[in-house]
Nanobody
Framework: QVQLVESGGGLVQPGGSLRLSCAASGTIFSINTMGWYRQAPGKERELVATTTSGGNTNYADSVKGRFTISRDNVKNTVYLQMNSLKPEDTAVYLC???????????????WGQGTLVTVSS
């Protein structure tokens, strides 16, 4: 079993910053892509940012220049530094990872439970 546990969400004023963390635990041989998605009330889930094990990153246009994704491959942890937050960034942020549990296992997609980010004055 592999689990992703997010932390770092909360209430922040417009223009403020938050840092989200997501740690993978369990039986893990390797992790390929890790990323963050978000889902606002009444809206579909959307990609925020992803990063590969080699360090390549991809961002949604709406967060480019404001959010930075990074990862610690030793700790199997991915981070999302969010700056200049806007009310429209309010959403549940979910962590996602492609995990290989054993050397001969296929990669499987794992999701965290999500952490709520609220941007409001």
């Amino acid at each position: 079993q592999v689990q992703l546990v997010e932390s770092g969400g909360g209430l922040v004023q417009p223009g403020g910053s938050l840092r989200l963390s997501c740690a993978a635990s369990g039986t893990i041989f390797s992790i390929n892509t890790m990323g963050w998605y978000r889902q606002a009330p009444g809206k579909e889930r959307e990609l925020v940012a992803t990063t590969t094990s080699g360090g390549n990153t991809n961002y949604a246009d709406s967060v480019k220049g404001r959010f930075t994704i990074s990862r610690d491959n030793v700790k199997n942890t991915v981070y999302l530094q969010m700056n200049s937050l806007k009310p429209e960034d309010t959403a549940v942020y979910l962590c996602n990872a492609d995990v290989k549990r054993r050397i001969m296992s296929p990669y499987i997609e794992v999701w965290g439970q999500g952490t709520l980010v609220t941007v409001s004055s």
